[in-house]
Nanobody
Framework: QVQLVESGGGLVQAGDSLRLSCAAS????????MGWFRQAQAPGKEREFV??????????NYADSVKGRFTISRDNAKNTVTLQMNSLKLEDTAVYYC???????????????WGRGTSVTVSS
């Protein structure tokens, strides 16, 4: 069992940066691929993949929409994964979720554990 708690969300202006963190409980953090997903709070919007990082950080994957602006990293000694978000755009506004899974992937079903999310709002 893994519990995930996100933090770092907030209200920022377009072009600003924000750093999200996810703290994981348990001793098996390094057993999991970690991912970030987001879901815009509008009718019909599904949860979408943002970024993932392999168990020891050797492989990273990004959605095209964030590539070059967001960076995912992890610290297995501290059981944390972070998402550095730069050059934020209005369309980055969403609730961001941290997820843990034993198989790498870009779909939600690849992940077994989810946090409750942290809200990011980008204003003009």
């Amino acid at each position: 069992q893994v519990q995930l708690v996100e933090s770092g969300g907030g209200l920022v202006q377009a072009g600003d940066s924000l750093r999200l963190s996810c703290a994981a409980s348990g001793r098996t953090f390094s057993s999991f691929t970690m991912g970030w997903f987001r879901q815009a709070q509008a009718p019909g919007k599904e949860r979408e993949f943002v970024a993932s990082i392999s168990r020891f950080g050797t492989m990273r994957n990004y959605a095209d929409s964030v590539k070059g602006r967001f960076t995912i990293s992890r610290d297995n000694a501290k059981n944390t994964v972070t998402l550095q978000m730069n050059s934020l755009k209005l369309e980055d506004t969403a609730v961001y979720y941290c997820a843990a899974g034993r198989s790498p992937g870009i779909i939600t079903s690849s992940y077994d554990y989810w946090g409750r999310g942290t809200s990011v709002t980008v204003s003009s």
